[in-house]
Each structure stands twice: as structure tokens, then as C-alpha cells.
């Protein structure tokens, strides 16, 4: 089992920066791929961006690519979303998600095991 709690969404204007946080535990849990998604109102949540947890190497997906950073920190249990150059389609419901890592990284909600309650950002015009 693993357990994901976000935080740091809020409201920010268009152009800012908002560093989301995800506190990870769990059994085995290094052995997971981890991803930041998105839903925003009326719409599918989508991925943004994913990180395995042994290599450390980040994907990015869709619309905000080049404007976030996925990373995660071994001493602290935490995988961060950096966002960068926010826009006001950025606005959604932000959630943490998990699943074992067999060596490839998923990208479709389904695919995934393990799912915070969410963090909300807002982006103002």
C-alpha cells in the first residue's frame, strides 16, 4: 500500500510559479513510478508529467510541458511539481499518483494504483 498526500496548490496570476508537494510512504515504494496529473473542471484528468522513483528521470506530457519540473527527494519522501509560466488553462485539481514500477511509464489514469485527494490551482488572469 502507499499513501500520497499533496499540497502547496492556491491561487496564483498568470506568469507565477506554484510548487506542489507529494509526501509519499508506503511499502516498497521506490520501486514505484510516481506522476503529477491534472483535471480541470468538465474535462479528463490528464497526465503531466512522471518520474521513476529508482532513475530519477522525468517525462513530461501535454500542454505544460517545458513550463513544470517533476522531481523527487529521497531524504524527505517527496515528489514536487514545479510549475513555471502558469496560465490560466493550468487551472485545475492536481493530484499525486502511484503505481509499481515494471520498467515503463504509464500515462492513462487507469494505469494507476495509488491516488491523492488532490491539490487545487487556481491561475488568474
Known amino acids: 500500500q502507499v499513501h500520497l498526500v499533496e499540497s502547496g496548490g492556491g491561487l496564483v496570476q498568470a506568469g507565477g510559479s506554484l510548487r506542489l508537494s507529494c509526501v509519499v510512504s508506503?511499502?516498497?515504494?521506490?520501486?514505484?513510478?510516481m506522476a503529477w496529473f491534472r483535471q480541470a473542471p468538465g474535462k479528463e484528468r490528464e497526465i503531466v508529467a512522471a518520474v521513476s522513483w529508482s532513475s530519477g528521470v522525468p517525462y513530461y506530457f501535454g500542454s505544460a510541458k517545458g513550463r513544470v519540473t517533476i522531481n523527487r527527494d529521497n531524504a524527505k519522501n517527496t515528489v514536487y511539481l514545479q510549475m513555471n509560466n502558469l496560465k490560466p488553462e493550468d487551472t485545475a485539481d492536481y493530484y499525486c499518483?502511484?503505481?509499481?514500477?515494471?520498467?515503463?511509464?504509464?500515462?492513462?489514469?487507469?494505469?494507476?494504483?495509488?491516488w491523492g485527494q488532490g491539490t487545487q490551482v487556481t491561475v488568474s488572469t
Open positions: 508506503g511499502d516498497m515504494f521506490r520501486n514505484y513510478v
Open positions: 499518483a502511484a503505481r509499481r514500477d515494471l520498467g515503463r511509464v504509464p500515462t492513462a489514469r487507469y494505469e494507476y494504483e495509488y
